[in-house]
């Protein structure tokens, strides 16, 4: 039970999971891994396809949101800024190393999709990337826990 638990919440919020894996549920290094790995690649491969399917549907509804000129209308939000902003400073490297500290796997893989969709190996380095994460907060956690 404890082990679909941890699964489950690495598929929302990675970098929240390693603490719950190592302190609360005292499992080992390997299995921290091994499970917060799991919950990561699973919502990974299951956002690239929603986000895929959100893209196209989103893009045959942009015709239907224009101004009478033709234009499209362009909605500017805080967040749309911030995001476009990452994009553009950082680019496919800062959206691999930001995702799962700052953002949620899923919001990293629709940015992913979004902008970088057209290169298949950046899903790849997406993965490596979540794996590299975990290695490094499982590694953390596990000299904190040893420490105490």
Same mark, same amino acid.
Request: glycine share 6%.
């Given at each position: 039970m404890e082990e679909i638990f941890i699964i489950l919440s690495g598929t929302w919020k990675f970098a929240a999971t390693f603490p719950l894996a190592v302190?609360?549920? !005292?499992?080992?290094?390997?299995?921290? $891994?091994?499970? =917060?790995?799991l919950g990561g690649i699973a919502v990974i491969a299951i956002f690239t396809l929603i986000s895929k399917g959100f893209l196209r549907v989103f893009a045959f509804l942009i015709p239907l949101s224009r101004t009478n000129s033709g234009k499209p209308r362009k909605v500017f939000t805080r967040r749309n800024r911030q995001l476009v902003?990452?994009?553009? !400073?950082?680019?496919?490297?800062?959206? $691999?190393?930001? =995702?799962?500290?700052l953002l949620s796997i899923p919001v990293g893989v629709f940015l992913n999709t979004k902008y970088y969709g057209h290169m298949k190996i950046s899903y790849l380095y997406m993965l490596i990337g979540q794996?590299?994460?975990?290695?490094i907060f499982t590694i953390t956690y596990t000299r904190i826990q040893i420490s105490m």
């Open positions: 302190y609360v549920f !005292k499992m080992s290094f390997f299995e921290t $891994i091994l499970y =917060t790995n902003n990452l994009k553009n !400073k950082y680019g496919l490297l800062g959206i $691999i190393i930001l =995702t799962p500290v794996i590299v994460w975990s290695f």
